[in-house]
């Protein structure tokens, strides 16, 4: 990463603000779940014949049963995947996104979606409200061609590249094994400031875990200090040796970077909310909405449905 770049970096941190991500290739997550099955071995009977003097009478021999068989399959595990559709990251550099429009949000919030990408948000718990790191509410908005009318897009822009229509539908989900999720993060290769995306595909289970343990990390950690107002600057000085999974990665001073005990490792270029009103960062409700900003849903055709998340590097 070249001198440019580390400032651009800084000024995003000490600005605390996020602006746009800047996209790679298509791949498909690939995790399975975890799941047990017994089988019962059939009963058997065997028949055997005893000869007397009397008539031939037949005793049955006594009823076996085998003991129940388990294959239990591999625990759902994190696997390192290319990268996220390209609708999957924000635009950056005063560009558009680029790929094929989303299906039609049925006006009927019954009614079922078609399979395509759709845009994707999520919002911090509202005022007084508890995070949840085992559900989701999704709001979803379609990708439309740009010149569609009340769709704002970069000028000039080529046919392929898409904005963002309005919001049509929110919806609550459960993290669960049959949700499959790409979180695209960052990873420090070296003190020389070589970085590269660490992109891992799992279930919405293993991103609930993953959720859970960055918070609880955050709020005995980080927070404290956001709520005192430390310096941006002294951060660098306190995870200089990596506490509770934070550190500071490569030479970003004061840029945290927190790795979990699975998982991808996700970039905090902000330490948490910035409020424009106060004029400082404050301790947000959630962190994990903060730093895992949700990009994208899609809906494969045999109804897998995938989500989509950003948490590394953005100019």
């Not at 996020?18 to 019962?40: E, H, K, L, N, Y």
């Not at 390192?80 to 429009?101: H, I, K, R």
């Not at 049959?178 to 960052?186: A, I, L, N, S």
């Not at 927070?223 to 934070?246: C, H, M, N, S």
Request: proline residues 8%; glycine residues 8%; hydrophobic residues 40%.
């Amino acid at each position: 990463m070249n001198k440019p770049l580390i400032r651009s970096v800084i000024a995003v941190a000490l600005a605390s603000l996020v602006t746009a991500a800047c996209g790679d290739t298509t791949s498909s997550p690939s995790a399975r779940s975890s799941s047990a099955i017994t089988t019962q071995a059939p009963t058997t009977t065997d028949t055997v014949t005893a000869t007397t003097d009397a008539a031939p009478t037949t005793t049955a021999a006594p009823t076996t049963t085998a003991a129940p068989t388990t294959s239990a399959e591999p625990d759902a595990i994190w696997v390192e995947t290319d990268a996220m559709p390209s609708l999957a990251y924000l635009p950056c550099c005063a560009s558009n996104y680029f790929g094929e429009p989303s299906p039609e949000i049925p006006i009927d919030g019954a009614a079922p979606l078609s399979p395509g990408v759709y845009r994707a948000f999520r919002e911090q718990p509202t005022e007084g409200g508890a995070f949840d790191p085992g559900t989701i509410e999704v709001s979803l908005a379609p990708f439309e061609p740009c010149g569609t009318p009340g769709v704002f897009c970069e000028e000039p822009f080529a046919a392929d590249e898409v904005g963002v229509g309005a919001v049509a539908r929110k919806e609550v989900m459960a993290l669960t094994d049959d949700v499959r999720v790409v979180v695209g993060g960052f990873r420090c290769l070296d003190a020389q400031s070589n970085w590269t995306t660490d992109h891992q595909g799992g279930t919405g289970t293993l991103l609930a875990e993953l959720q859970t343990e960055f918070e609880a990390a955050y709020a005995a950690t980080v927070a404290p200090l956001v709520g005192a107002d430390t310096p941006f600057e002294d951060y660098a000085t306190i995870f200089a040796q990596p506490v509770a999974g934070f550190g500071v990665p490569c030479q970003f001073a004061g840029v945290l970077q927190w790795q979990g005990s699975a998982g991808p490792a996700l970039l905090l270029q902000t330490l948490g909310r910035y409020d424009d009103a106060a004029g400082r960062v404050l301790v947000p409700a959630s962190i994990s909405v903060e730093i895992l900003q949700l990009t994208a849903f899609e809906l494969a055709d045999d109804g897998t449905q995938t989500l989509y998340f950003y948490a590394g590097f953005m100019s």
